[in-house]
């Protein structure tokens, strides 16, 4: 199509007052998300780079100090660099806790979504309804149900009691078995939801389809099940890691001080007289490991799309 | 199996683990529910029905004011993070591509990337040195704090809806003589209502939810109902914490019951 | 070779129960085209069905090769089937689909490569072989189905419906091909089909089906030539039909003076005769036939030929084909008079059907 100079700048013009206006139009939500997420995550960037003040806070003044004590402890009497075993018993403990919630909730996840997506399509519905009211309750709450089951003079012990099983109640509280209860139980809607939606958009004439070439019921779910549920399980499970991995309020309340997680040990490096810069080093490692799993996630989403049109 | 359909969708034993998996979600959630109704003053021992708990809950002027406070702050940062993703996502979803729509819709997420625990202390942070400056106390902050995390969730159904819309429909408007903001009112809004309100609803529960930020960002003396919980528990698990999570949890019920018999009756 | 005995299939139970199939009875020979022709929910789907394993029978054999494989579960028959659908594995490659069978039942690996691309080579999909299944036309899926299909060797082949998803050139082009290939292969096939034209075209044997129970089973010509009911008369093919009175072995039709009844026809009282539209001679014919004029009532030019529809002298309508190969259907007009004859050997009586009598 020929197009004069004229109309080519006309056209400019119609697209940069587009591109301004559509701007304007997001500009209040990025503002607030720039005040108040982004601006503050910079300022905990530049505190992990800072000296720890006296009494808790910092000190202006450049300093690798924070991001060292990620890492390495002096020593207390010759004043040498000692790996931080206590920190990094704590981040490695998080993560083999992250992992296990994932695949616990996968355990009980997949064929759960399997059993909601192969019911007939009226009754459906209600087991869908039964996953999301979990989903929508309150954390806390959630928390506070299952604490209440395992703790000393919990339901479960006294029920053992009741019955004779045992002579005096287990400690199940404050240990990682009852954090890895703890969030297996309130993330497990997480891992549901995603696998039970790639079920769904399954096409069971395709099971057919394979059964009809002599495959195997086993046989089938590896090759022609799986593979297509796979887009739903890995979304599934980053849905679970990610919060597990920077869990709070359950590690907290079910593992206490003893089985402390990432969260926990961030939250305790900004109480008074504590080391800031740590614990913003601490912050920044923790959403760098996020991001990345998130940009494996998203790389890999856009690749599964690709090939699979 | 003799004289059974060959049924491709069964797989043994799923449907076992599946309902191991339905008892063990809410047969803790009952237990708690039971709690919240004895009469007993010892949790644990059971003396007959009862709603005492729950009226010493209504009782409690520092429960009453929690529960304001949470309602107060779940309505204002639902209203506001709708208004702001709604705007937000005309502006990334329809017509052409234009500069930087991509890193728009980054940062509109950008919460969602960042751990909750590091996204509250960040902004404790911050926050500690306005309140210094100001010296403002008020419900504002934590308002603040809940529409930022809210703004991608209410984004989410938003946008969904908006990109599933005919965009010719709105040319159809422009072409029978309407202006832009007549098009927006008679014809986007109405196709985009339910959107709308799939991301209010889903802003007022994640707000009303939310245990980690409010207890980092709140003034002192302030409490939200997840806070106050949370602070109850420090002290001792009594009934009432049960019959204030037991209102808690129906609450939930009946927002996701509302949401379930509207998207239902939609169908 | 394939022996369906009595073979029926209830769906449900109680009060919502389906008879979907009624009591079946046939025998497919060895290196046959069998057609399964009916319109929707007819039950063709269902027998293919019970044939493939995917449902089990209510009652009745099937047995194949002298062994009865009612409850065998479909991955150890040795049968396979082309999907309407296709449900090509979409996260697989074209060679990957099609060595699923091989690899499935555990052929030895080192036989594999070379059986796909031997399949390959016969469906012309070899240049295609490392393409996703999304990325291709309706026509190569279907050649990517049949040949994952043919790859284990299946003794049976069973299509259901294949080519309707196609468009009419393409569905001509594959129906000649399907042909060519299952007779080159000398496999037995079972076609499922509603499109009676492809159902003529490419079988060696067909089974007319309607509400769960068949209709006639017979060879192209003899279903064309001689239905066996009006059913099957009208499914396949255009038909008159005309209502006449059998006395003393003859014949009374639309109002002309009773002629001899057909060779081999014999029946008495009131009779439905069917006469194909082709088969009416325009003006009068020589040797044995029924004359009668009529006046034309409509036209319809198609081509080759005009279809004309004629009110005979007695009420009755009839339908016939006028070629347009001479100047003579140019002079047709509506409203204007035409004579034609019946031939007495083109004449079908058909037994009185209580269903269609209602």
Redesign the interface.
């Known amino acids: 199509m020929p197009r004069n100079p004229t109309a080519a700048a006309n056209e400019s013009a119609v697209?940069r007052a587009?591109?301004r206006r559509?701007?304007s139009?997001?500009l209040?939500?990025?503002t607030?998300?720039?005040l108040?997420?982004?601006?503050?995550?910079g300022?905990?960037v530049a505190?992990s780079f800072m000296e720890a003040g006296q009494y808790g806070n910092v000190q202006w003044g450049f300093s690798l100090e924070g991001w060292r004590a990620v890492f390495l402890d002096r020593d207390f009497f010759d004043d040498s660099y000692i790996p931080a075993t206590a920190h990094l018993t704590i981040l490695a403990r998080s993560i083999l806790l992250a992992l296990a919630t994932t695949a616990l909730t996968f355990?009980?996840?997949i064929?759960?979504a399997?059993?909601?997506a192969?019911r007939p399509p009226a009754t459906r519905?209600y087991w869908m309804?039964?996953?999301?009211?979990?989903f929508?309750?309150?954390?806390?709450?959630?928390t506070?149900?299952?604490?209440?089951?395992i703790?000393a003079?919990g339901?479960l012990n006294?029920l053992l009691l009741a019955t004779g099983l045992i002579d005096e109640p287990l400690q199940m509280m404050f240990t990682n078995g009852a954090v890895l209860v703890g969030m297996t139980?309130v993330y497990?809607p997480l891992m549901v939801l995603p696998v039970y939606a790639a079920i769904e958009k399954f096409?069971?004439?395709?099971?057919?389809?394979?059964?009809?070439?002599?495959?195997?019921?086993l046989?089938?779910?590896r090759?022609?099940v799986l593979?297509?549920m796979w887009p739903g399980i890995v979304a599934g499970s980053i849905l679970v890691f990610?919060?597990a991995?920077?869990a709070?309020?359950t590690p907290r309340?079910m593992g206490g001080g003893r089985a402390m997680m990432w969260?926990n040990l961030?939250?305790l490096q900004?109480g008074q007289g504590r080391n800031?810069p740590l614990?913003a080093a601490l912050?920044?490692t923790?959403?760098l490991v996020?991001?990345g799993a998130?940009v494996w996630y998203a790389r890999r989403a856009a690749k599964g799309a690709e090939?699979?049109? | 199996m003799a004289n059974k359909r060959f049924d491709v969708t069964h797989v043994p034993g799923a449907a076992t683990i599946a309902i191991v998996t339905f008892l063990a979600l809410y047969i803790p959630v009952l237990i708690l529910v039971v709690n919240a109704f004895n009469g007993s003053d010892t949790a644990g021992w059971w003396e007959g029905l009862s709603l005492r708990w729950f009226a010493a809950a209504l009782d409690n002027a520092a429960f009453r004011s929690a529960a304001l406070n949470s309602v107060i702050v779940a309505l204002a940062a639902a209203l506001l993070s709708t208004c702001l993703a709604t705007a937000a996502a005309l502006a990334v979803t329809r017509g052409r591509q234009i500069k930087g729509q991509g890193s728009i819709a980054v940062i509109l997420n950008q919460p969602l990337l960042v751990p909750e625990i590091v996204f509250a202390i960040a902004l404790m942070v911050v926050l500690a040195q306005v309140k210094q400056v100001t010296g403002y106390q008020g419900l504002g902050y934590l308002i603040a704090a809940h529409t930022t995390f809210c703004i991608p969730f209410a984004f989410l159904p938003i946008r969904a809806r908006l990109s599933g819309m005919d965009l010719t429909l709105e040319t159809a408007s422009m072409d029978l003589y309407a202006g832009r903001f007549y098009t927006f009112r008679r014809v986007t809004l109405p196709l985009l209502l339910p959107g709308i309100l799939a991301g209010f609803m889903l802003a007022f529960v994640i707000s009303l939810d939310n245990v980690v930020v409010s207890s980092l960002v709140k003034s002192p003396g302030q409490e939200t109902l997840p806070t106050y919980l949370m602070g109850e528990l420090r002290r001792n698990l009594t009934s009432e914490i049960y019959a204030i999570s037991a209102l808690l949890l129906f609450a939930s019920i009946s927002i996701v019951a509302a949401s379930w018999v509207i998207t239902r009756t939609k169908q | 070779m394939l022996d369906i005995r009595s073979l029926s299939k209830k769906f449900g139970s109680g009060d919502s129960a389906f008879q979907a199939l009624k009591s079946i009875d046939i025998t497919i020979e060895e290196g046959e085209f069998f057609t399964l022709l009916g319109p929707s929910g007819c039950g063709k789907t269902t027998l293919l069905r019970l044939i493939a394993g995917f449902e089990q029978p209510s009652g009745g054999q099937l047995v194949l090769d002298g062994k009865d494989i009612a409850t065998t579960p479909p991955n150890h028959r040795p049968v396979n089937t082309v999907f309407q659908s296709y449900a090509l594995f979409p996260h697989m490659t074209v060679a990957q689909n099609v060595a699923f069978g091989l690899e499935a039942r555990g052929t030895n690996p080192a036989e594999v490569a070379p059986r796909v691309d031997e399949i390959l080579g016969i469906v012309q999909m070899a240049h295609l072989r490392d393409r996703k299944s999304s990325q291709m036309s309706g026509g190569q899926q279907q050649r990517v189905a049949l040949a994952r299909a043919l790859a284990p060797r299946p003794r049976i082949l069973l299509l259901d419906e294949p080519l309707s998803a196609l468009d009419l050139k393409l569905r001509k082009q594959m129906q000649f091909e399907l042909k060519r290939l299952q007779r080159e292969l000398g496999l037995t096939f079972i076609f499922v089909t509603h499109d009676q034209d492809e159902a003529l075209t490419m079988s060696d044997r067909i089974a007319v089906m309607d509400g769960g129970t068949l209709q006639q089973v017979a060879d192209p010509r003899t279903l064309y030539d001689h239905p066996a009911n009006r059913f099957v008369a009208e499914f396949i093919g255009e038909a008159n039909f005309l209502s006449g009175t059998v006395a003393g072995g003859k014949l009374s039709l639309i109002g002309q003076a009773p002629v001899p009844l057909p060779r081999g026809a014999d029946a008495s009282g009131p009779v439905t005769v069917m006469i194909r539209p082709e088969q009416v001679v325009i003006g009068a014919a020589g040797g044995d036939a029924i004359t009668a004029d009529g006046r034309i009532e409509a036209l319809v030019f198609s081509g080759t030929d005009t279809h004309v529809t004629l009110r005979l002298q007695n009420g009755d309508t009839l339908s016939l084909r006028a070629p347009n190969n001479s100047h003579a259907t140019t002079t047709f007009a509506e409203g204007e008079p035409l004579r034609v004859s019946l031939p007495i050997g083109a004449l079908r009586l058909l037994p009185e059907d209580v269903a269609d009598a209602a």
Do not use: K
Request: with cysteine; aromatic share 14%.
């Open positions: 697209m587009e591109t559509r701007w139009l997001a209040p939500a990025l607030v998300i720039t108040c997420s982004i601006l503050p995550l300022v905990m505190y355990v009980f996840g064929p759960t399997w059993f909601i192969t519905a309804f039964l996953i999301t009211v979990p929508w309750t309150n954390l806390l709450v959630r506070i149900a299952i604490q209440e089951v703790r003079d339901t006294r139980y497990l096409d069971f004439r395709l099971a057919e389809a394979a059964y009809d070439l002599h495959a195997s019921r046989y089938c779910l090759r022609v593979p297509l990610i919060p991995l920077g709070y309020v309340l969260g961030i939250d900004f800031w614990g912050s920044i923790l959403t996020v991001v998130m090939t699979n049109g």
